[in-house]
């Protein structure tokens, strides 16, 4: 067999298409892919974490604010005080003033209304009594004094007049019903749904029981009635210093400026004293007492007006102090409450 020689074989390929692309266009595709690939590869976590940073507060998951619940009180203010100036005009009104009611009760226009205009006038108007009886709706109870201004015939008073004056100037109440809502500017706007109504007056209830005793006379040398002497005189005139006179930790100012010239304690209601014996010292450090105290104070016109106190005193280093000046007499506590006992099921006979 002969023998052959190597051959180098030089195969020169040149630019082939394959597919639409050269091989050398293919093979820098590739590099490319390769490269942005690895681009992205180290540049994804730097720029994720770049747009994290950079990302406003608001930027991600929506949270649901809960709506702003307005307070069940909404505008009740402007009711009452809407209500107050829609009585005191109609207290007011007579015949030809249709146009002032309408500014509060747009109907009012065809109202017929009779007498002179201001012949009468509502003094000392008061809100007692305030509620919501719908969305956007309150009745509005109004307390007046009503009292007239000008005489009917201009003929002298008799014992029939006088009647009718005592019952005219007697507190009157007013139920009116008035609506609320939002303007159009935003602001709270009003209007009466109609005209006053006269209600009867709510009846007056009795008085709880107090923890003192009967009033009964303050002694001059009663350690109490010297304690309440001393501390009233410094509140209500300005004379000595009224710190001397509290217990340690409390604080108080007196009535500035000073409205009396001077003081005199009438009476004492004990916490728990049922007796009349004299008392003449004063319990151990520690000891308090609850008491009422019912005095004059005279003004600077030297009139004389009835003044009555609720104060706590604690005894300490053998004198009484002011430890509070409080602010209602204190009721005894109430009972507790029996506990609520459940029915309990019948018990189940054993087989």
């Known amino acids: 067999m002969p023998d052959t020689e190597p051959q180098d074989w030089d195969i020169d390929e040149g630019p082939q298409d394959v597919a639409g692309w050269s091989t050398g266009a293919q093979a820098n595709t590739a590099a490319a892919i390769r490269w942005t690939a690895w681009g992205l590869l180290v540049l994804g976590p730097l720029l994720g974490a770049f747009a994290y940073l950079s990302a406003p507060a608001q930027a991600g998951p929506a949270q649901r604010k809960p709506a702003p619940t307005a307070p069940a009180a909404t505008g009740a203010q402007g009711a009452a005080g809407f209500a107050q ?26 109202l017929r209304l009779e007498g002179a205009s201001d012949r009468r006038r509502g003094e000392q108007l008061t809100v007692v009594r305030l509620r919501q009886t719908d969305s956007g709706v309150w009745s509005v109870k109004v307390a ?6 000008k005489p009917a015939d201009g003929h002298q008073a008799d014992a029939k007049d006088e009647t009718k004056d005592a019952a005219a100037q007697a507190v009157r109440y007013f139920q009116v019903p008035v609506a609320t809502a939002t303007t159009a500017g935003g602001a709270s706007g009003y209007t009466a749904l109609a005209m006053p109504a006269e209600v009867a007056a709510r009846e007056r209830i009795k008085a709880p029981g107090l923890v003192y005793g009967p009033m009964r006379p303050a002694l001059p040398a009663d350690p109490r009635t010297q304690a ?3 501390f009233l005189t410094a509140y209500l005139t300005g004379a000595g210093e009224l710190n001397r006179y509290l217990a340690p930790g409390t604080h108080l100012t007196p009535v500035v400026p000073a409205p ?3 003081i005199a304690v009438d009476t004492l209601a004990i916490e728990s004293e049922k007796g009349t014996e004299p008392v003449t010292f004063v ?9 009422l105290v019912a005095l004059r104070a005279t003004g600077h016109d ?3 007006v009835p003044l009555t106190y609720a104060l706590t005193l604690n005894a300490r280093v053998g004198r009484w102090e002011i430890a509070s000046l409080d602010g209602a007499p204190r009721s005894p506590p109430l009972p507790p409450r029996p506990p609520l006992r459940l029915p309990q099921a019948p018990a189940r006979p054993r087989r």
């Open 85 to 110: 100036l829609f009585v005191a005009a109609f207290i007011s009104a007579g015949e030809g003033d249709q146009d002032k009611l309408a500014a509060y009760y747009p109907d009012a226009t065809s």
């Open 144 to 149: 007046a004094r009503i009292t007239d201004t």
């Open 228 to 230: 309440v002497t001393e």
């Open 260 to 262: 009396y010239t001077g």
């Open 283 to 291: 319990p151990d450090d520690g000891t308090t007492l609850r008491l």
């Open 302 to 304: 030297e009139v004389r």
